[in-house]
Nanobody, 127 residues
Framework: QVQLVESGGGLVQAGDSLRLSCAAS????????MGWFRQAPGKEREFVAG????????YATDSVEGRFTISRDNAKNTLYLQMNDLRPGDTAHYYC????????????????????WGRGTQVTVSS
C-alpha cells in the first residue's frame, strides 16, 4: 500500500512559479514509477509528467515541456513538480499517482497505469 498527500498548490498570477510536493508512505516508493496528473473542471484527468523509480528518466506532456520539471527524493519519500511560467490554462486540481509495479522501466501516461492516488491540490493561475 502507498498513501500519497499533495501540497504546495495555491492562487498565483500568470508567469509565477509553484512547487508541488507529494509525500508518500510505504516502503515501495523508491521502486515505483510516479506521476503527476491534473484535472480542470469539466475535463478529463490528464497526464502532466512522470518519473521512473531511480529519477533518471522523466517524461512530460508537450503542453508543459520546458516549464514543468518532475523530480523525486527517494530518501525523503517525496515527489516534486516544479512549475514555472504558469499560465491560466494550467489551472486545475493536481494529483500525485504511484504505479503498483516495482522497477518498471516504462513511464505510463494514462490514469489506468497508476494504482495509488492522492486527493490532490488546487492550482489556480490568474491572468
Amino acid at each position: 500500500q502507498v498513501q500519497l498527500v499533495e501540497s504546495g498548490g495555491g492562487l498565483v498570477q500568470a508567469g509565477d512559479s509553484l512547487r508541488l510536493s507529494c509525500a508518500a508512505s510505504g516502503r515501495t516508493f523508491s521502486t515505483t514509477v510516479m506521476g503527476w496528473f491534473r484535472q480542470a473542471p469539466g475535463k478529463e484527468r490528464e497526464f502532466v509528467a512522470g518519473i521512473n523509480w531511480s529519477g533518471r528518466t522523466t517524461y512530460a506532456t508537450d503542453s508543459v515541456e520546458g516549464r514543468f520539471t518532475i523530480s523525486r527524493d527517494n530518501a525523503k519519500n517525496t515527489l516534486y513538480l516544479q512549475m514555472n511560467d504558469l499560465r491560466p490554462g494550467d489551472t486545475a486540481h493536481y494529483y500525485c499517482a504511484a504505479d503498483r509495479a516495482v522497477l518498471r522501466s516504462v513511464i505510463g501516461t494514462t490514469t489506468t497505469d497508476y494504482t495509488y492516488w492522492g486527493r490532490g491540490t488546487q492550482v489556480t493561475v490568474s491572468s
